[in-house]
């Protein structure tokens, strides 16, 4: 059974840093390709960054690239989304999902099987 677990998420002023951590179990994180997403209030959700099995390729979102990125330690079984210079805008729930699709990053939610339950960021201005 697959279980993934974010946490680091908070509230913080626009300008700032977070540290998202999304830890596995049930699960050798170095067979999936991992993603983080978010979502606003009313709003759907939307990809941020995604990382290859093993690290090497990464893809971003173009609204969050050069302020977040994204990380793993599979020897920890954990995945990691740095977040810099915050935005109000940047505020939502954010999941962490894994994939047993292995070739590439995967940017669409739908190419996921596992979710976590989400951390909330909040940003205020």
């Known amino acids: 059974q697959v279980q993934l677990v974010e946490s680091g998420g908070g509230l913080v002023q626009a300008g700032g840093s977070l540290r998202l951590s999304c830890a596995a179990s049930g699960v050798t994180l170095s067979s999936y390709s991992m993603g983080w997403f978010r979502q606003a209030p009313g709003k759907e959700r939307e990809f941020v960054a995604a990382?290859?099995?093993?690290?090497?390729?990464?893809s971003i979102s173009g609204s969050v690239k050069g302020r977040f990125t994204i990380s793993r330690d599979n020897a920890k079984n954990t995945l990691y989304l740095q977040m810099n210079s915050l935005k109000p805008e940047d505020t939502g729930v954010y999941y962490c999902?894994?994939?047993?699709?292995?070739?590439?990053?995967?940017?669409?939610?739908?190419?996921?099987?596992?979710w976590g339950q989400g951390t909330q960021v909040t940003i205020s201005s």
């Open positions: 990382i290859s099995p093993r690290g090497a390729s990464t």
């Open positions: 999902a894994a994939t047993g699709l292995l070739r590439r990053t995967y940017t669409r939610a739908d190419e996921y099987g596992f």
